[in-house]
């Protein structure tokens, strides 16, 4: 008898031949971007650096594209939205010790927004490896460690024959849900040194699907049926796991009124009867959401911004849906199902009965009112103008991405991402900076629609050599930077907290004159031509600046 595990793929005799004599010249460089071709991959960032020459000079005898950034930071943004754009997982090259630490603060983003990232960083020489100090330049006592709480998995090499299973273990974990970005390490003498080995060709590493139990999705449907005010609330996992058809045809089937969060924007349609958009920052919404006697969570884990800085306190049965076990019932008792969203709706879907209720649009439209009358009460006529200005010139096919500023704070609540996957920002780990390269690895990984990045004047400054990156590879990117003199939102935190502000005010530069100096077209626009200067700049192909002086503000909180 033949069981299929006894099954493997004969070589060819060509195969075999090609394996017994590969060609010369050959490191082990050459086996980690051959295995990264073979699992599929096309695209890599990072920085070249003395430890990482063996990958980089192995990267010239490849088909492998390089884009390469400025700063390590930086390149791990642009991986970031590279893999939430293809859903690939984004190969990732960096050096030793400073190099590799550069990028925590862009791997902890890729970990807070599940964005398939697979860093690949060198090493110190073996012999240095261990813990000794036997002072290697770059050399760390336990680099891996200072990844270890970051990132998913963290995978270590010291010889060459390792290296191809290594990095298929790390791609598999990083693009099995929850996504996330996974950390690989390999030494130097191991990257330089020569390799007798084949090259490397197809690598299996095909990931995970966590797939729901049924008795689970069972008690579900019977909830939602049965419920007499259900709601949803759609997070990150709905659009990463593309689902946004499943959840649609959920919430009609249903008659439940939907709210995405600022990590799920675009995974409902924002002029859909139904629709309470993203106001999850207003107490209108959480009231309503409050009330619900059954309540769907997908792809949230109902964290910090999620639930209104943690006032949200649901009053009925909560049914949560998280490919991350560790979100599931972290902030709120439910009915807890451990799967991947897609799988999950669709779950649902073919169990489900149909529930009527023709008052749902209105309470939903109710609810909408009351937002727009507390700004309305508010004079914050000049920010819903710029939001509406941004969207106006911005085609409903281009991504954008946003850097922690004020504008970006409006959007999470008040910008119809038009579709899926279209809208993203920095909101995961809330660092600066994340914008310019973010779009930079949208526009590299798909060169066929304009990219806009939103920046303030303060967290500009964190990516502005990567205007050299722009040009130099001529990615199709419009960054619009708000400049208000400083850090805004921490400047509004402060004098609301404590009378007044201190460290926020910023001297900065002529950011046209700057930007221009790169060879980068730039236009100083004002709020009533910003959304002829911007839909301009982004029709005109390769990048452009435009700079937006305004102070803007923030809407009242009700979470206080």
Known sequence: MTHDHDLVLRPTAAQTAAALAPPPGRIGGDLVVETLAGLGATTVFGLPGQHALGMFDALRRSSLRYVGLRVENNAGFAADAYGRITGEAA???????????????????????SAPVLAIGAQVPTAGLGGGRHGYLHELRDQQASFRDVVKSVHTVRTQSQIPSAIAAAWK?????PHGPVWVEI?????????????????????????????????AAHLLANAERPAIIAGGGVVRSDA??????????????????????????????????????????????????????????????????????????????????????????????HADARLALQALLETVEVREDASAPQRVAAVLAKVADRLAAQDLDLEQRVVAAVRKALPATAPSFWDMTILAYWAWSAFDARRPNT????????????????????????????????????????????????????????????????YGILREYMTDS??????????????????????????????????????????????????????LRMFEPTHL
């Open 244 to 337: 946004s058809g499943k959840l649609l045809a959920l919430a009609e089937r249903i008659s439940a009124p939907v709210v995405t969060t600022f990590g799920g924007k675009g995974a409902f349609p924002w002029r859909h009867p139904l629709s309470l958009q993203s106001w999850l920052e207003d107490r209108h919404t959480t009231d309503f959401l409050e009330d619900a006697d059954v309540l769907l969570v997908v792809g949230s884990g109902l964290g910090e911004l999620s639930s209104n800085y943690h006032t949200f306190a649901p009053r009925g049965r909560v049914v949560q849906i998280e490919a991350d076990a560790g979100k599931l019932e972290s902030n709120h008792p439910a009915l807890g199902i």
């Open 498 to 551: 404590f009378g007044e502000a201190t460290a926020t005010e910023l001297t900065r530069p002529d950011f046209v004159a700057l930007a221009e100096s790169f060879g980068v077209p730039a236009t100083l626009t004002t709020p009533d031509t910003l959304a002829k200067d911007l839909a301009e700049a982004l029709k005109t192909p390769g990048p452009s600046v435009v700079v937006l002086p305004a102070l």
């Open 91 to 113: 190969p990732l090259l960096l050096s030793a010790g400073p190099g590799a630490l550069m990028s925590l603060a862009a791997l902890q983003e890729a970990a807070a927004a």
């Open 423 to 486: 809208m993203h920002s920095a909101q995961g780990a809330g660092g600066l900076g994340y914008a310019f390269p973010a779009a930079l690895g949208a526009a590299a990984a798909d060169p066929t629609t304009p990219v806009l990045a939103v920046s303030g004047d303060g967290g500009a400054m964190y990516s502005i050599a990567e205007l050299a990156t722009a040009k130099q590879y001529g990615f199709d990117v419009t960054w619009l930077i708000v400049d208000d003199g400083g």
């Open 187 to 219: 030494p130097q003498d191991v990257l330089l040194a020569e390799t007798a080995l084949p090259v490397v060709t197809a690598v299996d590493a095909t990931p995970d699907e966590p797939a729901p139990r049924p008795e689970l999705t069972a008690v």
């Open 173 to 177: 974990s990083a693009l099995t849900a």
